[in-house]
């Protein structure tokens, strides 16, 4: 080759050099963004983790939806964190999980990475309490736990389900006495019942034996690292509005939520 047409190589391969720069220089700031984005983990892996966990929640609007009644309140406020942000004021029991949403006890062997809860009403307190309620549902408590993995969840899940059944027709009192160990005042004693469990879904019914019309439901949902509750506690009101049914609305709610979960993981 002649020194006349090095120039001209030399000129051809440049735009090809600084394409391979101008990649090069694009695949750093590619990974930098991805090494600063806070939800980062949960693309890698595909756990919901941090406060991803709230957008899991259904809202007010969704519940209105799927109740056909109004849910515009969140009684006290929301609950957000690890471990310690979950209650802690039911009595530890086998049984107690069935009862309420993730109390602290049911999760205190478990590595919880994030937590979050709210509870829904339909109605605004007044001067003289809350005003009468006649729809079906009085209201929705739901939460969501976020552990390491889905294999964790699993894990847990599978317990619950075991802890669920051995549960079906026992005496709330069983789960949750009274804090001085006398049992329950006449009238007010509730029943586990109607226990539910599939691969992903467990399902029961807590009832107050004089009012069994009146149930609070359960149900608890396992999707990715996330296990998802609610509990839907009805009015027993006659002609009530609303579409909340006992035997299949809270398993509706928690599968939306799974739904919500499978998105953001």
Known sequence: MSRSEQPKAAKSNRPRLLLAIGVAALAVVGLVTWLVL?????SASGAVTGEAVKQIL?????LTA????????????????????MDDSSAAG?????????????????DVRSYARETWI???PSGNGF???????????????ALPSAADAQALFAKFAEQWKACDGLPVSTADPNSDGS????GTEMHITDVRVTDDVLAASIVLDKSPKAPDTRAVGVQGNCIVGVLIAFTGTENATGSGDPQTSSIEAVRAMMDKASKLG
Request: contains cysteine; proline residues 12%; charged residues 25%.
């Open 38 to 42: 806070p939800n980062r983990s949960q």
């Open 58 to 62: 259904l809202d007010g609007t969704e």
């Open 66 to 85: 799927m109740l056909d009644q109004p849910f515009t309140t969140v009684t006290g406020p929301p609950a957000y964190g690890g471990l310690e942000a």
């Open 94 to 110: 086998e049984c107690v999980g069935v009862v309420d949403v993730a109390p602290k006890s049911v999760y205190e062997s478990a």
């Open 122 to 124: 339909d109605s605004e």
């Open 131 to 145: 005003k009468p309620l006649n729809t079906r549902v009085m209201f929705v408590k739901e939460s969501v736990v």
């Open 183 to 186: 049992p329950p005042l006449r």
